[in-house]
């Protein structure tokens, strides 16, 4: 089994793509702590209803441990936070590429023929 990374694209164009990532992460978490919040808020009988029909909803709604609502949100913002952790390693990645890169260019430009 090989352990070979095969880069297809320009350095430069996988540190935009890792920018990308880590801001729309970013984003995404900023943006979990309302949406989450307003999934909170509108988790009552008010919206979920008391009938016969609301009941048996919430029965299922709650069901299981976590419930499968609460591990949906935990994934969410799991995803924003990996998004930034991904972004942020393959950009720095990149750059210590760009550097060794570089040293090894000039390394073998030095050296004179004998």
Do not use: C, W
């Not at 309302?34 to 069901?63: M, P, Q, S």
């Amino acid at each position: 089994m090989s352990n070979v990374v095969k880069i297809t694209g320009s350095p430069a164009e996988l540190i935009g793509a890792a920018t990308l990532l880590s801001t729309d992460g970013e984003r995404l978490q900023s943006d979990l702590g309302g949406l989450l919040g307003t999934i909170e808020r509108l988790e009552t009988d008010a919206v979920l209803g008391n009938d016969e029909f609301g009941r048996e909803f919430k029965k299922t709604y709650h069901e299981g441990s976590p419930t499968a609502t609460d591990a949906t949100k935990d994934a969410a913002l799991k995803i924003a936070e990996h998004g930034v952790q991904f972004g942020e390693a393959v950009g720095k990645t990149m750059q210590e590429y760009l550097v060794v890169d570089g040293q090894g260019a000039a390394d073998i430009s030095s050296v004179q023929s004998t």
